[in-house]
Nanobody, 132 residues
Framework: QVQLVESGGGLVQAGGSLRLSCAASGRTFSTNNMAWFRQAPGKEREFVAAISWSGGVTYYGDSVKGRSTISRDNAKNTVYLQMNNLKPEDTAVYYC?????????????????????????WGKGSLVTVSS
C-alpha cells in the first residue's frame, strides 16, 4: 500500500513563501508521476502542478504559474511544491497525488486538463493559510 504524507503547510503572510513536501512510501516512487492539488473552502478541487517520473517535465495550473515550482528528489521519495509571493487566494488544503504513470505524464496532464483529477493514491492534505 503506497502512502503519501504532506508536510510544510501552515500560516504565512501575504507575499511570503512556503515549501510543501510530500513523502511517498515504497521504492517505486521514481517511476510515478506526481501532482499537487488544492481545495479552498467552498470551492472545487483545483489542479496546481505536476511532475514527471524523472522530473524532466513539469506542468502548472494557471493560478500558480510563475509563482510556484514543483520538484522531486527520488532518492528521498519526496516531491516538493515551492510557493512564493503567496496570496490570500492561495489559502486551501493542499493534496499530493501519485499517478502510476504507466501511460506517461502526457496522459495524466491530458486528464487533468479535462478536469479528471483521478490519482492512484492521495495524501490527506496540508492546510495553507495566507493572511492579508
Amino acid at each position: 500500500q503506497v502512502q503519501l504524507v504532506e508536510s510544510g503547510g501552515g500560516l504565512v503572510q501575504a507575499g511570503g513563501s512556503l515549501r510543501l513536501s510530500c513523502a511517498a512510501s515504497g521504492r517505486t516512487f521514481s517511476t510515478n508521476n506526481m501532482a499537487w492539488f488544492r481545495q479552498a473552502p467552498g470551492k472545487e478541487r483545483e489542479f496546481v502542478a505536476a511532475i514527471s517520473w524523472s522530473g524532466g517535465v513539469t506542468y502548472y495550473g494557471d493560478s500558480v504559474k510563475g509563482r510556484s515550482t514543483i520538484s522531486r528528489d527520488n532518492a528521498k521519495n519526496t516531491v516538493y511544491l515551492q510557493m512564493n509571493n503567496l496570496k490570500p487566494e492561495d489559502t486551501a488544503v493542499y493534496y499530493c497525488g501519485l499517478d502510476w504513470g504507466a501511460q506517461g505524464i502526457g496522459v495524466m496532464i491530458a486528464r487533468v486538463r479535462r478536469g479528471d483529477y483521478g490519482m492512484d493514491y492521495w495524501g490527506k492534505g496540508s492546510l495553507v493559510t495566507v493572511s492579508s
